[in-house]
């Protein structure tokens, strides 16, 4: 049974990576009708908040209630994270291609795992690290990177690509302590209540109303918001309310696969043989991170085994 929790947790957070490799090709018909980066931020913070509190109000009422300290947990995971991450994100995206992009922003786990270590304590292990390298690794061939280098990337392009991975790491790392408290859908409610409240006062979307007569505009804000990101954002934080925060930072690497997918499938992009290589290796590394579990837990388990099989031959 528990075996298979933990498939069903793993899938959960793959499938959440899934649904936000889609985000490329819903954005693009935004940018196509005038929409800055900001803007676009500013539309799937409100119209996944609006999503949101509907189905939180007509079905888990209950769910909305909150202790007032953990705000600062959910302002913190909207503004600093969201709100940002999204906003690197996609001017790498607007300024040079989705590939760039979503390589950069998967620096993101090696992010987490630091971050990770630091404020709670998680191991750092070899199997971890192995995973972290070869998802990185596989990443930079997925997008081209490497073998042979991308030329000609600006330093400013570089610099808010590592930013949007930073902060997207900074997701997991807030999110983490409300987690046991909360469902997913809780946190990612109010976390994105404090992503559009700060995207209202920021941006000027409100100045471009005239561009939602279009119902390709329409379309893609609603499946930005009900697909890239309130089911993405759901299964990943359910995984993650079950998991370390590194790894399922790691198996959230399953994004730039997707988004190399959907441009073959879409737009008429071919896959090179070191491409394949590189899906190879992140793949491998999702199965390396689930496949076993730290060396400290192994332990920690041991010890308790221990302990209880003591007490029961004292008790005997």
Not at 178 to 185: D, E, G, I, N
Request: charge should be positive; hydrophobic fraction near 50%; proline fraction near 2%.
């Amino acid at each position: 049974m528990e075996k298979r929790t933990s498939i069903r947790v793993y899938i959960m957070t793959i499938t959440g990576a899934v649904c936000w490799g889609l985000i490329g090709l819903l954005i693009a018909p935004l940018y196509a009708r005038g929409f800055t980066a900001w803007d676009v931020v500013a539309i799937r913070g409100i119209f996944t908040f609006v999503i949101l509190i509907l189905v939180m109000t007509a079905f888990y009422r209950e769910q909305l209630r909150t202790r007032l300290k953990d705000h600062l947990f959910f302002a913190c995971a909207g503004i600093f994270s969201i709100a940002l991450f999204n906003f690197f994100y996609f001017e790498v995206f607007s300024q040079s291609s989705l590939s760039l992009a979503v390589t950069l922003l998967y620096t993101g786990p090696l992010f987490v795992t630091i971050l990770s270590r630091i404020f709670f304590k998680e191991p750092l292990t070899i199997r971890k690290g192995w995973a972290l390298a070869l998802a990185i690794t596989g990443c930079a061939f997925v997008v081209g990177l490497l073998p042979f280098g991308q030329d000609e990337i600006q330093m400013k392009t570089l610099l808010m690509g590592i930013l949007s991975g930073f902060c997207y790491a900074l997701y997991s790392i807030f999110s983490k302590p409300v987690t046991k408290r909360y469902s997913a859908l809780t946190i990612t409610t109010y976390t994105f209540l404090y992503t559009s409240l700060f995207m209202l006062l920021t941006s000027d979307i409100r100045n471009k109303l005239d561009q939602f007569q279009y119902i390709d505009v329409w379309v893609s804000a609603v499946l930005l918001a009900l697909v890239a990101t309130v089911a993405a954002f759901l299964l990943y934080t359910s995984g993650l309310k079950h998991l370390e925060a590194s790894k399922a930072s790691i198996l959230a690497t399953m994004e730039p696969i997707i988004a190399v997918i959907t441009g073959v499938l879409f737009l008429g992009e071919h896959l090179r043989g070191w491409q394949v290589l590189g899906i190879a290796l992140v793949l491998y590394s999702a199965i390396l991170v689930a496949g076993g579990r730290s060396k400290v837990q192994k332990s920690e388990k041991r010890k308790v085994q221990d302990e209880s099989n003591r007490a029961g031959n004292e008790c005997i």
